[in-house]
């Protein structure tokens, strides 16, 4: 009984951890473009070269500052929030985020060798590997039943529904 009330739950925090991991896997190829684009490639290089001869633990340290610079533009879209500027607010929040995983995605592909040597790590970046296949998993069957769904495949009344807009349309395209 009590696991059913909880399944909405696991269901949206799935949801949630794969739009997370699909902005990670997003945003990472738009970094390289970034990177190639502009003079990035040789400050790669340069923080490889300079990870490569730290020990995993300060390599943590290069993984985590970064971010830390992000965190007043948080508390402007939350003062953003809280005075009203709605639009204001919603800009600030996305491009923190959106800037925020990709600036993590960048220093990640960079330090993740030095990081996965520590055993503690490693465990937890394998545990968060399962979650995102675990998450996957519960959220491939709603993802198929709404493709179904949009394809007007099945005998539900939804898909009998959009079978019957989508002959309507084809029927007021061929009149014309």
Known sequence: MMRRLLQP???L???VFL??????DHLEPIVARVVAAIPLRAFKQWLADRVD?????????????PVIPLFPLKLIGLWLLANQYWLGAAAVIVAGKFLGLG?????????RPKLLQMAWFRKTYEF???????????????????????RGD?????SRTLRL???FRKSVHQAR
């Open 9 to 11: 739950l696991w269901v």
């Open 13 to 15: 925090l799935a949801i």
């Open 19 to 24: 739009i997370e991991a699909w902005l990670w």
């Open 53 to 65: 001869a730290l020990s995993p633990a300060m390599t943590l340290i290069v993984f985590a500052v």
């Open 103 to 111: 600036v993590t995605a960048f220093i990640f592909d960079v330090t």
């Open 128 to 150: 968060i590997m399962a979650m995102r296949a675990k998450a996957a998993a519960i959220v491939q069957p709603i993802k198929q039943r709404i493709r179904e769904i949009l």
């Open 154 to 158: 099945g005998d539900s009344w939804s």
């Open 165 to 167: 807009i989508a002959r």
